[in-house]
């Protein structure tokens, strides 16, 4: 997991304004919170959390408040593209909770005493591993003890676990859609 306490971060904090010329999602990861993670000449700031070689994996712990501002699904793009899989935050902006939901990132709001109970445990110690477990919906990191429940939409959920877009789920249901047209003629 890596670790970025910190809270209200918006959506140009993850990725600039400056850097979404590009319509094709791939290649915004490495812009990936581009101002907090280089200097103005684009020399590495070691002491941001994903610069530092001991935080790595799919899983980003983020403070409260995360994808904040505006509606950018290029928020979404840069996170997927750099890697995260699942971003855990005890709240997220509604817009961007559903702009990960629909690029494959699972979103998991915790309670903020859970968030820091897991910021305590990625500190004590950073290759602390997290289980996540969609189909239960549960978060588990068992070397701190921690077990916890989180809410995603059904639909959503079966779309992730199947790997499906909105296109790909009505593709999936093409006989259904067929079977009921007919019943319609």
């Not at 793009?77 to 902006?93: E, N, P, Q, T």
Request: aromatic share 10%; glycine share 8%.
């Amino acid at each position: 997991m890596v670790p970025l306490t910190v809270e209200n971060v918006d959506t140009d904090q993850i990725i600039p304004a400056r850097f979404l010329k590009a319509t094709d999602r791939k290649g915004f990861g490495e812009n990936l919170f581009r101002d907090w993670r280089f200097t103005t000449d684009g020399q590495t700031k070691e002491d941001f959390p994903l610069n530092q070689g001991q935080y790595k994996g799919a899983i980003l712990v983020a403070g409260n408040n995360f994808g904040c501002g505006s509606s950018r699904e290029h928020a979404a793009w840069a996170l997927a593209d750099y890697g995260f899989k699942v971003v855990i935050s005890s709240f997220f902006a509604d817009i961007f909770k559903g702009n990960a939901l629909n690029n494959g990132i699972l979103p998991i709001q915790v309670s903020p005493e859970d968030l820091q109970r897991i910021f305590a445990a990625i500190e004590q110690d950073t290759s602390v591993e997290a289980i996540v477990d969609l189909e239960n919906q549960k978060l588990l990191i068992d070397a701190a003890g921690i077990a916890v429940s989180f809410e995603i939409n059904d639909y959503k959920k079966m779309c992730m676990i199947n790997g499906y877009d909105d296109i790909d789920y009505l593709i999936s249901q093409k006989e259904a859609i067929e079977a009921f047209e007919q019943k319609r003629a």
